[in-house]
């Protein structure tokens, strides 16, 4: 099956635009906020904004924006931390470049920010006038989305997939071989 190539990201369409690899290796001038960097620390001030400090930048970047880049199969991977304006100023190759207290923030704000439900069971599953509407349960509570077209759904391999719907939400099947039989068999058909 092809990519879902109409399915739009979830997160704020940024994902789109991370930058190079290397983005990492370069170094940063000190003091200037145009040119990427290392992090070396991430954190959450008082008034509940994401905290960044970058080596070789006396000041810490306030109001930072996280996201995942693709792929999308390797969440831990490839994380674009911006500032409030949208500027990449890092780019991490993983999770593990941070350290334990700072992975813990960037992973709740992308929990917490990116809408994207992992699907336990399917609980209603109804095809009509050639939209399939599927009622599921999920990490985040019970969720109804609707399925327009195949290009709705991107497949990462035999048994994981992402749903999109119309609103731009994705949500996740980890493992069509983990779900209940009666769920199993509602959706086996796009694999």
Not at 36 to 53: D, L
Not at 142 to 155: A, N
């Amino acid at each position: 099956m092809a990519a879902g190539v109409g399915m739009a990201p979830a997160e704020e369409n940024v994902s789109s635009m991370c930058a190079s690899e290397t983005t990492q290796d370069k170094p940063a001038e000190s003091g200037n906020l145009d040119s990427p960097g290392k992090i070396v620390r991430v954190e959450r001030n008082a008034a509940g904004q994401i905290v960044a400090h970058v080596a070789g930048r006396s000041e810490p970047v306030v109001d930072v924006r996280i996201a995942r880049c693709f792929p999308w199969s390797v969440p831990e991977t490839y994380i674009s931390i911006r500032n409030k304006d949208g500027k990449e100023i890092a780019l991490l190759k993983t999770l593990g470049e941070l350290d334990e207290t700072s992975r813990a923030v960037v992973e709740e704000e992308l929990r917490d920010k990116v809408f994207n439900p992992k699907i336990r069971r399917i609980k209603d599953y109804r095809d009509e006038f050639g939209v399939t509407s599927i009622t599921a349960e999920t990490d985040r509570g019970e969720v109804i989305f609707q399925i327009r077209s195949r290009d709705d759904i991107r497949q990462f391999s035999a048994t994981r997939a992402l749903f999109g719907d119309a609103d731009g939400n994705v949500y996740e099947l980890v493992d069509l071989n983990a779900l209940d039989p009666a769920s199993r068999k509602h959706i086996l058909h796009y694999f």
